[in-house]
């Protein structure tokens, strides 16, 4: 009952931030299954990948209710994605867990640098349109399907800046495209890392539900807060979430 428990609040605030800031949230959830509930890296890779499926779920819905998803964009990005996630996660199934820490570290620091330049890129950088705007949305699914399966992320740290800077979209009607990509991309990701023994199904219980719910309430608080300060308060905890997998020990 108590796993149940805490799994059902780690799926909270891992849907809350999925549905304020667009992303999967698994840059949250795998830290917090790794350091409170003890999976081994790259089982909560594995869960977390399954967990999006349903953070995308809940977060597209809300977003569509308020018209902010582009279907084109959502249907192109996944058609890459869903290509590349099951590579991401064969490669993932290669690497010892030590590794796969450091890697993260490293990704969640890019991610953080991403964030930061955002304003500044999205004025030097005119939008794309037309074929090469369909080119940067199968160029991006492609890195973020892979990305998926690997990291366990559902890869809106990469779709949402690319959406934003490169293609014109609004903060909100690219956080709702993400969310909807990651249900087809996790989908393929998470059965392939089920295949490899990488989920933890005895945690999904009290994880979906929670998802679920704070996904629901993330999605709606999005609309009542400004893009600044949701971007600065995500850039802080994945900058101090990135340092202290890059520093992870390196066994002897």
């Known amino acids: 009952m108590a796993t149940i428990i805490i799994s059902f609040v780690i799926g909270l605030i891992t849907g809350a931030f999925g549905g304020l800031i667009g992303i999967g949230g698994g840059l949250i959830m795998i830290p917090l299954m790794v350091e409170v509930l003890k999976l081994s890296q790259h089982k909560a890779h594995g869960t977390s990948l399954v967990a999006l499926v349903f953070t995308g779920l809940g977060g597209a819905i809300t977003y569509a209710a308020n018209g902010t998803i582009d279907i084109q964009a959502a249907a192109l990005l996944a058609l890459t994605a869903m290509c590349t996630a099951p590579l991401g996660a064969r490669y993932t199934h290669a690497l010892p867990a030590w590794k796969l820490k450091k890697y993260f570290g490293v990704f969640l620091l890019c991610c953080a640098a991403v964030l930061l330049l ?60 993400s969310l909807l990509v990651m249900v087809p991309t996790g989908s393929i990701g998470a059965f392939t890392h089920w295949r490899m023994g990488n989920v933890a199904t005895e945690i999904l219980v009290g994880l979906i539900p929670g998802i679920i719910l704070g996904t629901y309430l993330g999605g709606n608080f999005a609309y009542l807060f400004s893009d600044n300060i949701l971007r600065l308060i995500f850039v802080v905890v994945i900058l101090w979430m990135g340092i202290r997998y890059v520093k992870a020990p390196v066994p002897e």
Not at 145 to 165: C, D, R, Y
């Open 118 to 177: 955002k304003p500044y890129l999205s004025d030097i950088i005119p939008p794309a349109s037309g074929y090469t705007k369909i080119f940067i949305f199968l160029i991006a699914g492609a890195f973020t399907g892979f990305l998926s399966g690997m990291m366990g992320v559902g890869g809106g740290t990469i779709m949402v800046p690319v959406m934003v800077i490169l293609t014109g979209f609004t903060q909100h009607t690219a956080q709702g495209t």
